[in-house]
């Protein structure tokens, strides 16, 4: 060891590098509203173009249910695994190893598919903009580099200034949305807002209802990503649901007030394909410094999205090199700054490739599917962590109520999503599903030859029930 | 050559500055220090660090 002044000690005199404990409620907060935020300046709208304003709002609900569910399940089991890889390390104490390795990889390509997207929201931004002072052309790439360059770089520093960043520019972000919900003054209906005239009812029936489903899923994307601070938090029992559950909160709250202002100002056709519907609506009020405000805040959304799928990726590729499930080396942590500091770097020229596909319809419809794969796992998750380690067997920081119903509402509502899907993008969730399976194949065959089958599991839980 | 011709080249040259300089880091650390001590993290330990250099 050639330098140990800044590791940890493990017990026993023997010096061990962790990853460092620093978060509180407010960075796993930070961490999970940042990573979503994003889908309230975009891509949120498509619901309304696949089944008007209403059944937006149907869906908006709806998934909403779906990640109130989502939010409980992974509060439970995380508060009891405090370790990075969120429900990558769930699901090989409670399924086995190949689901864990499946979700990982859920993980892994749901950030940094959604970190491409978001740096080339900041890309198109950047293209916008120059167009407007009269520089048409602008080519996005250099932004689209340096946005994940710096936000890289910004991770590989440390975790506390990563989140700390992630907390400021996504509460401006989330302010934006609150100050154009007053300046549309919603105490005065018919003066600024029209929503008598602009709603139409439900131009597709029931059927659009369902297809806006798949879309919905852009207000509450990425929540689930908290459960990746637990091995960083310091108190994972308490911090982890507290900053999950404020979040889905605020998540709701922004989705909702989204969803009322641009829908009272913009037309549904209009809507329903705008690229940046929020600042459009920003725009339609008429108040230069709140279109400021709000390009302002769809800037820090999409850098605070990146910068969240960043720190989550990251945090399942180490989770799976230090497993062995992938090659050890990227198990590494930074002796100074005790990051993922392997995984960071590789994962970049990843990320940097996605984006310049430029093709943001399939980068985030891979990312949404991959998503909901691993909410559909969440379900048997649950159900078999209760019966293996019932309540009283297993020191819980939280305990969601109703069980099983959250878990069978979510299981349902995943279900009508894949529907969903696969009535707008069929052949891509065909695709996902046979890469999964593929992979799946090649990871019992050839891989798991390498893991250290005894070792990956050191949490000190109990025994389970029939075991 | 106008203002956003500039900012094009600029933002590339500050991309390579700190990718450059992640992947400097990178092999230092990794020929400073052994490879099982950068490899000894295991998950579950519940260590308060003894430091807070975090950047």
């Known amino acids: ?467 | 050559m106008d203002f956003w011709d500039i900012l094009n080249y600029l933002a590339w040259i500050v991309s390579a500055i700190l990718l450059a300089w992640m992947v400097i880091d990178t092999f230092k650390v990794s020929a400073e220090y052994s490879e099982d001590y950068l490899l000894s993290s295991r998950e579950g330990e519940d260590i308060i660090p003894e430091d807070d250099d975090n950047g």
């Open chain 1, 1 to 467: 060891m050639a330098n140990g002044e800044t590791a940890a000690s493990a017990g026993g005199g023997e010096q061990r590098l962790q990853l460092l404990k620093v978060l509180g409620p407010v960075h796993v907060w930070a961490l999970g509203v940042g990573i979503v935020l994003v889908g309230e300046f975009m891509g949120w709208n498509f619901t309304v173009g696949k089944g008007g304003p209403e059944a937006s709002l149907i869906a908006c609900w709806f998934i909403g249910l779906l990640y109130t569910c989502v939010a409980m399940v992974d509060s439970e089991v995380t508060s009891t695994v405090a370790a990075a890889g969120g429900q990558y390390a769930q699901a090989k104490h409670i399924i086995g190893p190949l689901m864990a390795f499946n979700v990982a990889l859920y993980l892994v390509l749901a950030y940094t598919m959604l970190e491409a997207a978001d740096a080339l929201v900041v890309g198109d931004l950047m293209s916008q903009t120059a167009a407007e002072f009269g520089h048409t052309g602008l080519d996005p790439k250099p932004y689209v580099v340096l946005s994940i360059a710096a936000l890289a770089w910004l991770n590989y520093r440390g975790v506390a200034i990563t989140l700390n960043v992630n907390f400021v520019i996504t509460f401006i972000a989330f302010v934006s949305i609150v100050v154009l919900f007053f300046a549309a003054q919603p105490w005065d209906l018919g003066a600024v807002m029209h929503h008598e005239e602009l709603m139409v009812g439900l131009p597709y029936g029931w059927i659009g209802v369902v297809a806006a489903l798949q879309f919905g899923m852009w207000y509450y994307l990425g929540i689930e990503g908290t459960t990746q601070a637990a091995e960083e938090t310091r108190s994972t029992r308490r911090s982890l649901p507290l900053g999950t559950m404020t979040g889905m909160i605020t998540l709701l709250i922004a989705a909702t007030l989204t969803w009322y202002v641009a829908s009272g100002l913009l037309p549904w056709q209009y809507l329903g394909q705008a690229g940046v519907p929020l600042f459009d609506t920003a725009r339609v009020l008429g108040i230069p410094w709140i279109t400021g405000f709000l390009f302002i805040g769809t800037a820090f959304s999409a850098l605070a999205s990146a910068n969240g799928t960043i720190n989550d990726a990251s945090r399942a590729w180490f989770s799976l090199g230090r497993d062995r499930y992938l090659p050890r080396v990227f198990g590494a942590v930074h002796p100074r700054y005790r990051t993922p500091f392997r995984s960071i770097v590789f994962l970049i020229p990843v990320a940097i490739s996605f984006g310049f596909t430029g093709l943001l319809d399939q980068v985030i419809t891979f990312s949404i599917l991959s998503g909901l794969l691993g909410y559909t796992f969440m379900t048997f998750n649950m159900v078999k962590f209760r019966r293996q380690w019932p309540i009283g067997s297993i020191d819980r920081g939280y305990v969601h109520p109703f069980h099983p119903l959250p878990v069978i509402t979510l299981f349902i509502l995943c279900v009508a999503t894949y529907f969903a899907t696969f009535l707008g993008y069929g052949k891509t969730l065909l695709s996902v599903m046979a890469f999964y399976i593929v992979i799946s194949v090649w990871f019992h065959f050839r891989r798991y030859q390498f893991v250290e089958r005894g070792s990956q599991f050191t949490m000190p839980w109990p025994r389970p029930q029939g075991f």
